[in-house]
């Protein structure tokens, strides 16, 4: 490990985390180099896709870097046609429940098929 005069600034630590984890820094978000998906990534669109099997559109990204923390999920749904959104939401929140337990965060983007 580097040492700079006895001690790391956060910055320093922040920039290692990042290369240790196999991550690209882009305008203060950290994405992903892979490709794949993570396991996470894959249970969570499973359940998605059961539970929402008319979804036209699901995406699920983990926005943690892969260790599993926090998630993205964008879905469009004829299901949640009619719904507002704070209720589109409870719809995926009550579908992960238990995968939500284990996180620090979601991000939740929801709309319906323009007809």
């Given at each position: 490990?580097?040492?700079c005069?006895?001690s790391?600034?956060?910055?320093?630590?922040?920039?290692?985390r990042?290369?240790?984890c196999n991550?690209?820094?882009?305008?203060?978000?950290?994405?992903?180099?892979?490709?794949?998906?993570?396991?996470?990534?894959i249970?969570?669109?499973k359940?998605l896709k059961?539970?929402?099997?008319?979804?036209?559109?699901?995406?699920?990204v983990?926005?943690?870097?892969?260790?599993?923390?926090?998630?993205?999920?964008?879905?469009?749904?004829?299901e949640?046609k009619?719904?507002?959104?704070?209720?589109q939401?409870?719809?995926?929140?009550?579908?992960?429940?238990?995968?939500?337990?284990?996180?620090?965060?979601l991000?939740?983007?929801?709309?319906?098929?323009k007809?």
């Amino acid at each position: 490990m580097l040492v700079c005069k006895g001690s790391l600034t956060n910055t320093m630590l922040s920039a290692l985390r990042v290369l240790r984890c196999n991550q690209v820094v882009f305008s203060a978000q950290v994405q992903r180099c892979l490709s794949t998906q993570t396991e996470g990534e894959i249970r969570i669109v499973k359940i998605l896709k059961e539970k929402f099997p008319l979804a036209s559109s699901l995406k699920v990204v983990d926005i943690s870097g892969g260790c599993g923390a926090m998630y993205e999920i964008h879905i469009e749904s004829s299901e949640f046609k009619g719904k507002r959104t704070v209720q589109q939401h409870q719809l995926v929140n009550q579908a992960l429940k238990e995968e939500i337990q284990g996180m620090h965060g979601l991000r939740i983007f929801t709309d319906f098929p323009k007809d």
